[in-house]
């Protein structure tokens, strides 16, 4: 199978910065898309930023011009730069991506742990 490991989270004041990184190993035949979700206490999940096999990049817009989602395909990790936080950045953040698995048809969809981030002074 595939597995998804998060780290980089943590305590950080507002305006601070923070790198959250991902890396995926298992019976990987290929990573199309990766990407960052969050989850806030009480909302919903929603998408921070993804990634295609291509490079292509979108954010969310509460996030545009802050962070920058990046991946090494070599590598099969992604990488978020989080610069001027603000509290409501605050969130569970998990890494995601859909992967073509040695042995087994299609394109398959897996998840992180998540990784806390807390922006608070």
């Known amino acids: 199978q595939v597995q998804l490991v998060e780290s980089g989270g943590g305590l950080v004041q507002p305006g601070g910065s923070l790198t959250l990184s991902c890396a995926a190993s298992?019976?990987?035949?290929?990573?199309?898309?990766m990407a960052w979700y969050r989850q806030a206490p009480g909302k919903q999940r929603e998408l921070v930023a993804a990634?295609?096999?291509?490079?292509?990049?979108n954010y969310a817009d509460s996030v545009k011009g802050r962070f920058t989602i990046s991946r090494d395909r070599a590598k099969n990790t992604v990488n978020l730069q989080m610069n001027s936080l603000k509290p409501e950045d605050t969130a569970v953040y998990y890494c995601?991506?859909?992967?073509?698995?040695?042995?087994?048809?299609?394109?398959?969809?897996?998840w992180g742990q998540g990784t806390q981030v807390t922006v608070s002074s």
């Open positions: 990634i295609t096999g291509g490079g292509s990049t």
């Open positions: 995601n991506a859909n992967v073509i698995v040695v042995g087994r048809v299609g394109v398959h969809d897996y």
């Open positions: 298992g019976s990987i035949l290929s990573i199309n898309a």
